[in-house]
């Protein structure tokens, strides 16, 4: 039965990453591009990691992935994210098809700063406010 569910893992994690690669061909700009990868290979690297663990059923190498799992999904959250804030930054193109974009009068070209509110309407952020 243990190894039947690490067949089923491991080939879902596969999987997931098989997606994640084919996602990163077939989606047409960068910001869709890190969405894809992002979320489906954590999931692919989580699973073939959790039937490592199992696999080997020892509490050292059973520590270690969990360590690595919390490891990567923080890492490659916070990656993507200043990837994708980089590539917006930097006026990167976005795809013709995307209808709404949030961050459009946010950003201030000079420094950088994310504004809360729409930087051209009548409420500014405080400067003297530094958290």
């Given amino acids: 039965m243990k190894d ?3 067949m089923i893992l491991s080939t879902f994690g596969a999987l997931f990453i098989l997606s994640s690669s084919i996602g ?3 989606k ?3 910001f869709l591009r890190i969405s894809v990868t992002g979320k489906a290979s954590t999931l692919g690297i989580g699973l ?3 039937s490592t663990a199992l696999f080997f059923n020892n509490y050292s190498v059973t520590t270690r992935v969990v360590a690595i ?3 990567l999904f923080i890492t490659i959250s916070i990656g993507g994210h200043l990837l994708a804030r980089a590539a917006y930054i930097i006026k990167t193109p976005i795809w013709k098809g995307t209808k709404i974009d949030d961050l459009a009068g946010q950003y201030d070209d000079v420094t950088h700063e994310l504004y809360s509110e729409k930087h051209h309407s009548s409420i500014k952020p405080d400067p003297t406010d530094n958290i």
């Fill in 4 to 6: 039947i569910l690490i």
């Fill in 48 to 50: 073939i990691l959790v």
């Fill in 24 to 26: 990163l061909l077939r």
């Fill in 28 to 30: 047409p700009d960068i």
């Fill in 69 to 71: 799992i919390l490891f």
